[in-house]
């Protein structure tokens, strides 16, 4: 073999080596990495709530306020994608009632007994020797992964059993990665509503169970090299969640501990199946080729946010409207017998807030917002807010509705008990169990309370009139948990039926000037329930059907 083709056939067999055997890149010094799930935890939740163990972990290391969930916003595709780095395209798990037999859509790539590739498969794979624990208060988790692939797993009925089972898991085996669920945050949202009092102070209770994760830790002798993430599956809005909002797919995230920089916001876009791979990269394992998800570099210690990322035009702050979003019912309010008020406030007093009151988009030129003002009619308020560098915020909308008194208007509403339905019954042949008067399309809550058999399964039926006007093209909307309808002229214009989280459907007809008989049917199937009604024509914005234009007759 001659000079040249020796160094060549040492260049090819170099090539081949380091091509076959590639090192993988890993901080150093964790020694173990502990997940803590809250389910249900929304970001704004976390923000408002008295969370003292929670805050000194973000102080201490970094917070991703925006994490971006998997669709639909519900537990079973979010645990998997957080578990496996991959979305539901790739695991397969696409519904909260998935099962490993019954799946329709079967993962890209499986083990030998079906399972999509986790992150305790991986470590397995790549460490057998580790010790690895799954301890768990919503008993649905254990079925989103092969358990052969854990040391120790198991589950508990409340989450404080179910926290003093994992630290004292901790304390005992000092495991390399264990993971923690906590299932009441998600019960509180569903029972009392998101951003309710109760919600909050479910909250204040998971966080004083952080603090007793990090005593074990303490404990155990693990607390300065480990590595700690903290995150949830989703967030939620009014009772329910599973739709499209920003406040069901955005989630924090918080990483603290070895490794991890100090009062750190990163940059990078990060999203649920994110967080697989970042515990794989903390611990210098090689994730499969299948998973999809990215280590949150930038949020350890000697690296830097990703060359390649694009954050595009820079999101601000967007302003609050008072009345706020609160549990089932949009910003804004009806007034009876007196004039809307309506004041705004944002986080960042550097920025300016612009409103428009016809529901046009808020630009530089629109009026600025310096103190509360009154509102005489019925109105659709948005705002943004701008800084000096021409960057704004998303839009904030708010649906004032103003009536006057002693007019006929609203819609009758009668109540069904409910069966566990699937899709809306046909109400005509059920018995009527109550019945009152509702100016809009809404869901009476307090009412319901002395109505409701155990499930929450109910149906309801909305009937009255709508004035029309302007002749022209109408759009109509429904956003409802569970199902809903909405008829105009006894025609079926919007179908947005079956068991679902809260989605909007639409759909259009053409309407004269008068009245016009309006209908809406719901049916609630269990758990968390919502319904609003949208409208918007010619010279209207989309808006809440307001009370102002409903009426119980036609004369």
């Not at 404990?219 to 329910?240: F, P, Q, R």
């Not at 199937?525 to 059907?545: C, N, R, S, T, V």
Request: charged share 20%; proline share 5%.
């Amino acid at each position: 073999m001659n000079f040249i083709r020796r160094l060549a056939f040492l260049y090819i067999a170099g090539l081949a080596t380091s091509c076959s055997s590639p090192k993988i890149e890993a901080p150093s010094g964790i020694k173990h990495v502990v997940l803590i799930g809250i389910d249900g935890l929304s970001t704004d939740g976390l923000m408002k709530a008295n969370t003292p163990f929670m805050d000194s972990l973000i102080g201490a290391g970094v917070i991703v306020r925006n994490v971006r969930t998997v669709l639909p916003s519900v537990s079973s595709p979010n645990w998997a994608s957080m578990i496996t780095g991959s979305g539901p395209e790739q695991h397969g798990v696409t519904t909260n009632d998935w099962t490993l037999d019954e799946a329709m859509l079967k993962p890209v790539v499986q083990d030998n007994d079906g399972y999509y590739p986790s992150i305790f498969h991986v470590i397995r794979e790549q460490l057998p020797e580790a010790e690895i624990g799954s301890v768990y208060n919503w008993k649905g988790f254990g079925r989103l992964y092969n358990k052969k692939d854990v040391s120790y797993d198991d589950t508990f009925s409340s989450p404080d059993t179910t926290t003093t089972a994992f630290v004292e898991y901790m304390v005992r085996k000092k495991p390399l990665f264990a993971f923690i669920h906590l299932d009441h945050v998600d019960e509180a949202g569903h029972h009392y509503g998101h951003g309710s009092t109760e919600y909050f102070s479910s909250i204040m209770h998971a966080d004083s169970l952080v603090g007793q994760v990090m005593q074990g830790l303490r404990v155990a002798g693990m607390e300065k090299n480990t590595l700690i993430l903290l995150t949830s599956d989703h967030g939620g809005i009014g009772y329910g969640h599973g739709g499209e909002t920003k406040e069901e797919t955005t989630v924090p995230l918080i990483l603290c501990g070895k490794g991890i920089k100090q009062a750190y916001q990163p940059q990078q876009q990060v999203y649920t199946y994110d967080v697989a791979a970042t515990i794989a990269f903390a611990l210098g394992v090689e994730p499969p080729y299948s998973w999809i998800g990215r280590p949150v570099k930038a949020a350890f210690s000697g690296y830097g946010e990703p060359i390649n990322g694009w954050e595009g035009k820079k999101v601000l702050t967007a302003p609050v409207i008072h009345p706020e979003r609160k549990l089932y019912q949009q910003a804004g309010a009806l007034f009876i017998d007196k004039p809307a008020e309506v004041k705004m406030d944002i986080t960042d007093t550097t920025l300016a807030i612009r409103y428009t009151l016809d529901g046009s988009a808020p630009n530089t030129n629109s009026p600025r917002y310096t103190e509360p003002f009154l509102l005489d009619s019925t109105s659709v308020v948005k705002a943004r807010s701008f800084d000096i560098n021409g960057n704004e915020s998303p839009i904030t909308e708010a649906y004032f509705r103003v009536l006057s008194s002693g007019q006929p208007n609203g819609v009758y509403v009668s109540y069904y008990r409910g069966n566990k339905w699937k899709q809306l019954p046909l109400f005509s042949k059920l018995k009527e169990e109550a019945n009152w008067r509702s100016f809009e399309f809404q869901i009476d809550s307090e009412k319901l309370t002395s109505l409701l058999s155990s499930g929450n399964s109910f149906g309801l039926q909305y009937s009255g009139y709508l004035r029309i006007d302007t002749a022209g093209e109408y759009t109509f909307y429904t956003q409802s948990d569970d199902g809903s309808k909405l008829y105009i002229d006894e025609k079926e214009v919007v179908d947005n039926d079956g068991g679902h989280g809260v989605i909007e459907r639409a759909g259009s007809i053409h309407l004269s000037v008068g009245m016009h008989p309006i209908q809406v049917l719901y049916f609630n199937e269990g758990g968390g329930y919502w319904l609003d009604a949208f409208y918007k024509g010619p010279g209207l914005a989309k808006q809440l059907i307001p009370a102002n234009k409903l009426f119980l007759k036609r004369n």
